[in-house]
């Protein structure tokens, strides 16, 4: 069955500012466990917390630059770029830049707070 999304549901995010989420597909919007796509709208200065989730994200930048930590180093994507974080792995985003940065995540399993685990003090 073909679904239309005509346009997104906001959902909260975690961070030390607030960003924008509009999920297209996933638990919230479609009601779809299998994915979630969403559109992220992070400002300059954002921080999230680490997490070790249990699901695949693969991330496409915009606009702008996202910082990813990982485990054994730290990449900076830019627009145009892409990173991938396998289920399990430890990763912490960012948007350090100036103008911060517009992004899709795409999440397999779709995002969970339940599954997500995200650790409850901010590393910087």
Do not use: N
Request: net charge neutral.
């Amino acid at each position: 069955m073909v679904r239309f999304i005509e346009k997104p549901s906001l959902v909260e995010a975690a961070g030390t500012k607030p960003k924008i989420i509009e999920e297209f597909f996933g638990r919230v919007r479609s009601r779809t466990a299998g994915v979630s796509i969403a559109r992220m709208r992070s400002p300059e200065g954002w921080l999230e917390p680490g997490q070790r989730p249990e699901f695949d994200e693969y991330t496409l930048v915009i606009k702008g630059k996202v910082r990813v930590h990982f485990e054994g180093g730290v990449q900076d994507v830019e627009a145009g770029q892409a990173i991938m974080a396998l289920r399990g792995e430890w990763v912490q985003y960012s948007t350090p830049f100036p103008g911060g940065a517009e992004y899709v995540a795409v999440c397999i399993p779709a995002f969970s707070p339940d599954t997500v685990h995200r650790e409850e003090v901010l590393r910087t």
